[in-house]
């Protein structure tokens, strides 16, 4: 059985990550979606274990202490982590698994996990992603301008990504993720092991 593969998956907050992930998910059994660590509340309509496992600040730098992080950063005051078993058993089981995660995050990941794919979900402009964060109504203004100002960092980031998605168009940008997906395991840098067992064959 062969490995699965790392996509890590980035974008401002209020960008439409999830919405423009999950159909993906829902179409692609192969694939798989790791579930962060957090230390900051529960949204409404938020569960514990399938958005996020919502944990304390000790619960978390336990974890940090016991290896149990694949990557770890510190976001708009909360903390946000990747456990590491559940994505080392996915890939080795064959399954694709995405970590939506922040910029700082995906930086440490592309140190230890250079083989990854880095896929980062742009808006369409500054004022759409301002309208969609202030029309959510679910965190107070001065939330939403540190998400405001922690965009303009990690959008300057996302040239260190293998392939940017401007979400303009849910439909299009679906089709696109597929394509990139696609793509980016047709790259030779993630079949040296198939041309190696055909360089090896007998010649006719």
């Keep these: 059985m062969s490995k699965g593969t790392l996509i890590v998956y980035s974008g401002p907050s209020?960008?439409?990550?999830?919405?423009?992930?999950?159909?993906y998910l829902q179409a692609h059994p192969?694939?798989?979606?790791?579930?962060?660590m957090t230390t900051r509340s529960p949204r409404p309509g938020e569960r514990d274990g399938v958005e996020y496992y919502f944990v304390s600040k000790q619960r978390f730098d336990e974890e940090i202490g016991q290896g149990g992080l694949l990557e770890y950063a510190q976001y708009s005051g909360n903390y946000?982590?990747?456990?590491?078993?559940?994505?080392?058993?996915?890939?080795?089981?064959?399954?694709d698994v995405f970590l939506e995660i922040e910029v700082q995050?995906?930086?440490?990941?592309k140190q230890t996990f250079p083989e990854a794919v880095f896929i980062f979900v742009m808006p369409p402009s500054w004022e759409v992603l301002k309208k969609r964060l202030t029309g959510r109504g679910t965190e107070p203004p001065e939330v939403v301008?540190?998400?405001?100002?922690?965009?303009?960092?990690?959008?300057?980031?996302a040239e260190k990504y293998d392939y940017i998605i401007v979400n303009d168009d849910?439909?299009?940008?679906?089709?696109?993720?597929?394509?990139?997906?696609?793509?980016a395991k047709c790259e030779a840098r993630r079949l040296q092991e198939t041309v190696?067992?055909?360089?090896?064959m007998p010649s006719v």
């Design 105 to 109: 995050g995906a930086m440490k990941i």
């Design 30 to 36: 192969e694939a798989a979606l790791s579930v962060s």
């Design 14 to 23: 209020g960008v439409g990550k999830g919405t423009l992930l999950l159909p």
């Design 80 to 95: 946000y982590g990747t456990p590491r078993r559940m994505v080392e058993e996915k890939i080795a089981q064959g399954k």
């Design 145 to 157: 301008g540190r998400r405001l100002a922690a965009a303009q960092d990690e959008i300057h980031m």
């Design 170 to 183: 849910l439909e299009a940008a679906g089709k696109k993720l597929e394509a990139v997906v696609i793509a």
């Design 196 to 200: 190696r067992q055909l360089g090896g």
